[in-house]
């Protein structure tokens, strides 16, 4: 369970940060502490697990990778915990009903018992994975409940975008066409006889030696030779055939398609997804910025990235 893509890289941000200034006195069984609430060591380790969840397994791992991968998957949980923090404020957390739900969705993916077997064989603890579920349904409802409302899209600034990025929603023209390939000359020249006749595409391959590709490509991707070779041919018909060191060639056009674009009305579905994921991520930078500038963070040294310079462990304000 992954967090969406417009968070990762905030996320990736605060694992750095976590690698100057977050310590701890180290409380046994104790990774993280955030504004007082505890992630533990176990929760970390499950959720690290999680994460690798279907990945080969690494043999005698190097510690220094193992505390940057510990260090990211903690950073993911702290602003799990702060979000979670921010909905228990507004009386929107998730509820057990809301988890129980989510939770039979992801079961009914999984016959008989096949779910119960695959957390034994990948050693997960069922609770364990219900609390990961629980964050991501945290992260899920805080990105619609608390930056939903700032990323809404008004008509005039879609309209806006359309306009200015007119390019994105224009198809150039294309052609369609066969591309007849054979080494020996004579019997490419047999094969388009033989289509010429029928009009039968199977005729084509007909002899021996002749291969058949359809190809679709905007005109201004068309090498030189073939655009000359299909200026002044019909839909149906074929073109001489192209000689070169490679071997032989002859191309059968079948359609000319002009430039298309997409109307407004149809573009604006995907639009709005474009400036309102721009904007959640917008609205999520500035609320992180602000929870961070306020949070009382306290991490295992242990998870620090230069902690093997010995120094005092103290509480830290990220």
């Avoid at 690290?48 to 260090?71: F, I, K, M």
Wanted: with cysteine; proline share 4%; glycine share 8%.
């Amino acid at each position: 369970m992954r967090r969406a893509g417009a968070w990762t890289g905030w996320v990736l941000v605060l694992a750095v940060l976590l690698g100057g200034c977050g310590r701890d006195a180290d409380e046994p069984g104790v990774a993280a502490t955030v504004n007082g609430v505890p992630i533990t060591v176990a929760a970390l380790e499950a959720r690290h697990d999680l994460s690798r969840l279907g990945l080969p397994e690494a043999e005698n791992p190097a510690v220094e990778r193992l505390r940057a991968e510990y260090g990211a998957v903690l950073a993911d949980m702290i602003v799990d915990s702060l979000a979670g923090q921010e909905l228990s404020r507004r009386h929107l957390g998730v509820t057990d009903a809301e988890l129980a739900k989510a939770e039979a969705v992801v079961r009914a993916d999984y016959p008989g018992d096949a779910f119960g077997r695959m957390l034994l064989e990948e050693h997960i603890d069922l609770e364990r994975w219900r609390e990961a579920l629980r964050d991501r349904l945290t992260v899920e409802k805080f990105a619609r409940e608390v930056l939903g409302p700032h990323a809404r899209v008004g008509v005039s600034e879609a309209a806006d975008y359309y306009k200015d990025h007119i390019d994105a929603f224009t198809t150039p023209a294309r052609t369609r066409f066969l591309l007849v390939q054979g080494k020996d000359a004579g019997s490419l020249k047999a094969a388009l006889a033989a289509f010429r006749s029928s009009g039968a595409r199977s005729d084509l391959t007909g002899t021996g030696g002749v291969s058949v590709e359809e190809m679709t490509l905007p005109e201004g991707n068309l090498p030189q030779a073939w655009r000359e070779a299909l200026r002044s041919v019909k839909p149906g018909e074929a073109s001489s055939i192209l000689s070169d060191e490679t071997g032989n060639a002859a191309l059968i056009l079948l359609e000319r398609r002009g430039e298309t674009v997409l109307e407004p009305a149809k573009a604006y579905a995907r639009v709005e997804a474009i400036l309102s994921a721009d904007k959640l991520e917008q609205a999520f930078a500035a609320w992180l910025t602000k929870a961070l500038a306020g949070a009382r963070i306290r991490v295992h040294t242990a998870l620090v990235a230069d902690s093997q310079t010995p120094q005092p462990p103290h509480e830290a304000t990220t």
